[in-house]
């Protein structure tokens, strides 16, 4: 599979991310803006949607949330009394109404033409919806401990500020289908039409919060610019991070590290989160390694004892290679020597061996292909 290469981007790095199975496409600025190709991300994908980027105009948050809320409840007429309600960090059946009414009541010190709201996704991928199961209430688990990230992110590295989740103003939905829109691939090559469902296991979840508090006295903001007020991808490092200690996986923020590292450069903004990192996630070090490897030779297994990760000094390597081969140290050759064994050269020792190994193959093909190297044979045929 091709992927469309920034100028700033090596084969190098996109060959290493498909190894770790993290592929996805960037936007490329060699191709036109009609035919950039779709982010497509194939790992936890939390995000803050900005309503000037994203294009809907659903996600308008300037004024009332009714449009968005209507928007959200477009699968309730297919499930019909199945379908899912609005939840927050206390229910789980909170009704459209009551929504509406909570977060446009929440606006007091806001301008007219200022932020009332913000909207958030949280979009697992099939590996890690497997791992909770498919289960409903395990991903409104999970979207309640995300949120309390979220308030922790406003209280900086330090908690100054000591806001909880239990002070957010939030509603949260789960939608179980994706759609096409017109400027995917597939519709512009007329194979499905737009609005058609995406195949495949696409469970997210959409959240509103409102940008002022449950008690309508601090306002909230996740989108300012002031990384020491709330950090967004720092925030969305923590979540992943949480749903790898929760579910002991350790690949879920592996696409935003790697990104951030694009980004910058270096580790510096990673290295600040490495406190939330789980232990299980993090490269073993140098001790650690020690302690396994004293650990193998010390045991009686002789499984470990002979495996090829234990470190053997030079001699014992030397030696053991020696006895299985039944070579006499005297007549092997150094790296250098071109003179080969007993005066033969290199060349027809290789040409002797490669004959006996084909000989031996067709003729006793149970057997060793070639017996112990001894000069003296080699001499005298």
């Known amino acids: 599979m091709k992927f469309p290469l ?6 190098a790095y996109y060959k290493s991310m498909a190894y770790r199975n993290s592929i996805f496409f960037y936007q490329s600025k060699n191709y036109p803006k009609k035919s950039r190709s779709t982010i497509y991300f194939r790992r936890m994908h939390i995000k803050i949607i900005n309503p000037k980027k994203d294009g809907n105009s659903v996600y308008n948050n300037a004024g009332s949330c009714i449009k968005l809320v209507k928007y959200l409840t477009k699968e309730d007429e297919e499930k019909g009394i ?74 900086g590295l330090n908690k100054v500020k000591k806001v909880q989740a239990k002070d957010l103003a939030y509603f949260a939905k789960i939608e179980f289908n994706r759609y096409y829109k017109g400027s995917d691939e597939e519709v512009k090559q007329k194979k499905v039409k737009q609005n058609d469902k995406k195949p495949g296991n696409n469970m997210h979840v959409h959240i509103i919060v409102s940008r002022k508090d449950i008690t309508n006295k601090i306002k909230l903001s996740p989108q300012t610019k002031n990384k020491k ?46 406190q939330f990192k789980p232990e299980h996630c993090l490269p073993p070090t140098a001790q650690t390694v020690e302690e396994i490897l004293k650990s193998q030779s010390e045991s009686q297994d002789p499984i470990l004892k002979e ?41 027809v020792v290789k040409i002797h061996l490669l004959f006996r190994f084909i000989f031996f193959s067709k003729q006793e093909p149970n057997s060793v292909p070639f017996p112990a190297l001894n000069p003296l044979i080699l001499g005298c045929k």
Not at 136 to 155: D, G, P
């Open 82 to 155: 199945e379908k899912e309600f609005f939840f927050n960090h206390n229910s789980d059946r909170v009704s459209s109404a009551q929504v509406i009414n909570t977060i446009d009541n929440l606006r007091s010190g806001v301008g007219k033409d200022e932020v009332k709201y913000y909207s958030l996704v949280i979009s697992p991928k099939e590996q890690e919806l497997v791992k909770i199961s498919n289960s409903v209430s395990e991903l409104r688990k999970y979207t309640r401990q995300v949120m309390e990230e979220y308030a922790s992110s406003f209280n």
């Open 307 to 347: 495996s090829p990760n234990i470190p053997q000094k030079p001699e014992e390597k030397s030696k053991k290679r020696d006895e299985q081969e039944n070579v006499d140290t005297d007549y092997k050759p150094s790296k250098n020597s071109k003179k080969g064994i007993n005066g033969i050269p290199q060349v």
């Open 229 to 274: 007020l709330f950090h967004i991808e720092g925030f969305k490092l923590k979540g992943c991070y949480l749903f790898d200690r929760e579910h002991l996986t350790n690949d879920a923020a592996l696409e935003l590290e790697n990104r951030m590292i694009k980004r910058t450069g270096t580790r510096e903004e990673l290295n600040l989160y490495k």
């Open 6 to 11: 920034e100028p700033s981007v090596s084969k």
